[in-house]
T-cell receptor
Framework: GAVVSQHPSRVICKSGTSVKIECRSL??????MFWYRQFPKQSLMLMAT?????????EQGVEKDKFLINHASLTLSTLTVTSAHPEDSSFYIC?????????????FGPGTRLTVT | KQEVTQIPAALSVPEGENLVLNCSFT??????LQWFRQDPGKGLTSLLL?????REQTSGRLNASLDKSSGRSTLYIAASQPGDSATYLC??????????FGKGTHLIIQP
């Protein structure tokens, strides 16, 4: 149980284009979904927190107009990287918390590797 | 702002040894602490979660402890195997908050 999927797993796009990444909780309803990114040889950094039906909360230094997050249902959140540039190339990972879970454990997706050329 | 530090940054040991990875954090007001492993180019595999009210958790050869008041956690790996080679990440936070990750310990187990 508690499986999170991400699509696509890898994407290559040209500079200036937009890319959408989907994060789905497959077998549970997620109270909250989180988006992280990981640059090469660095650790994961939280980008934003997303609750169903609400606007996402972005961490300091993350541009909300560049990284658009939509959390339309309790099982789906999307991250759209708008006007992507090479410096946006990174590993993007989402996680979700199980609705009503007392442990607050986050279940992570497999990640999406974005390369902007 | 929460900061998480992991020591050592890298570790290489012969197969069969027991080893300890360390994690410290600056703000003790955490919901939980999670240990993950990450293989090169891959996502995260959750190893253990310790809720803030707990002191330790065990899974197979792994044991994690938490001393919230001193802001410390350790991950103990018994009888290490080459398949244990990976980067181990400690993360704190949880609940409605995102996780703050350490930079990880890069572990190599020599056959």
């Amino acid at each position: 149980g508690a499986v999170v999927s991400q699509h696509p797993s890898r994407v290559i796009c040209k500079s200036g284009t937009s890319v959408k990444i989907e994060c789905r909780s497959l077998d549970f309803q997620a109270t909250t979904m989180f988006w992280y990114r990981q640059f090469p040889k660095q650790s994961l950094m939280l980008m934003a927190t997303s609750n169903e039906g609400s606007k996402a909360t972005y961490e300091q230094g993350v541009e909300k107009d560049k990284f658009l997050i939509n959390h339309a249902s309790l099982t789906l959140s999307t991250l759209t990287v708008t006007s992507a540039h090479p410096e946006d190339s990174s590993f993007y990972i989402c996680s979700a918390t199980l609705k009503g879970s007392p442990s607050g454990e986050q279940y992570f997706g497999p990640g999406t590797r974005l390369t902007v050329t | 702002k929460q900061e998480v530090t992991q020591i050592p940054a890298a570790l290489s040991v012969p197969e069969g040894e027991n080893l300890v990875l360390n994690c410290s954090f600056t703000d003790s007001a955490i919901y939980n602490l999670q240990w993950f492993r990450q293989d090169p180019g891959k996502g995260l595999t959750s190893l253990l979660l310790i809720q803030s009210s707990q002191r330790e958790q065990t899974s197979g050869r792994l044991n994690a402890s938490l001393d919230k008041s001193s802001g410390r956690s350790t991950l103990y790996i018994a009888a290490s195997q080459p398949g244990d080679s990976a980067t181990y990440l400690c993360a704190v936070g949880g609940g409605a908050d995102g996780l703050t990750f350490g930079k990880g310990t890069h572990l190599i187990i020599q056959p």
